[in-house]
């Protein structure tokens, strides 16, 4: 069966290293800080200026004031530290977070990222995402594979406007993870436990390469 969110959270959390300082999108992303591994040293950063975010709070430890970039209540960790939105875009622009985590409604084959608007639909602002995309060292991404139609989300080119070109490395679905190659093409490298690769075949509609025998995910 395909993973749910939180399938998704626990499975990106195993690709954050210690030492990493970690920028969480809004979305599927933010259910990573429950799940880093409790062995590791992570500093995790939200754009609204916090960085030593920790997990979402239990309901008697919510704080109204402290929350992250999506307006979600969260806790902070032993030497967090607030500032203003500046210094916080100040730390993203100067490319000293190590990995990115967003959201996405579409992926491209080439690694672009559409993920702010859906025309017709009122927005605030592409929010922080497109300053994280030019910036980040590492950018992954969390997201359904398909739409509620059926539809593919990892396409040969995207149809919604664009976050960022040429940036995505890496994309943790619902049905699998991928690696976006430099020539382009999503190369399957893990598929979600119980799904078969003639599934993701059929579900995704831009290149993908099956190389070998795919292994099944492990989510701890």
């Known amino acids: 069966m395909a993973l749910d ?6 499975r990106i959390a195993q690709e954050v290293k210690d030492g990493y300082y970690v920028n969480l999108g809004i979305g599927i992303p933010t259910l990573v800080a429950n799940y880093i591994p409790s062995d590791i040293q992570v500093m995790l950063q939200s754009e609204n200026g916090l960085l030593g975010m920790g997990a979402f709070p239990t309901k008697d430890k919510v704080d109204p004031d402290m929350i992250n970039a999506g307006k979600q209540t969260v806790t902070t960790i032993d030497g967090a530290a607030l500032f203003n939105s500046a210094e916080s875009f100040a730390m993203i622009r100067s ?3 190590d990995l990115t985590i967003l959201g996405a409604m579409e992926v491209s084959e080439q690694g672009d990222i559409a993920n702010w608007k859906i025309p017709g639909k009122m927005v605030k602002g592409m929010g922080g995402a497109m300053d994280l995309v030019a910036s980040a060292r590492n950018i992954i991404v969390a997201m359904q594979h398909t739409s509620k ?3 593919s989300k990892l396409l040969k080119t995207c149809s919604l406007p664009l976050t960022g070109l040429h940036c995505v490395k890496k994309v943790f679905s619902d049905l699998g993870v991928f690696d976006i190659l430099p020539e382009g093409g999503f190369k399957l490298l ?9 599934e993701i075949i059929q579900a995704t509609e831009g290149k993908l390469i099956v190389e070998g025998i795919i292994p099944e995910m492990i989510i701890h």
């Open 5 to 10: 969110k939180y399938g998704i959270a626990k």
């Open 190 to 198: 893990e598929r979600a436990p119980g799904v078969s690769v003639e």
């Open 95 to 97: 490319g000293k977070i």
């Open 149 to 151: 139609d059926g539809q």
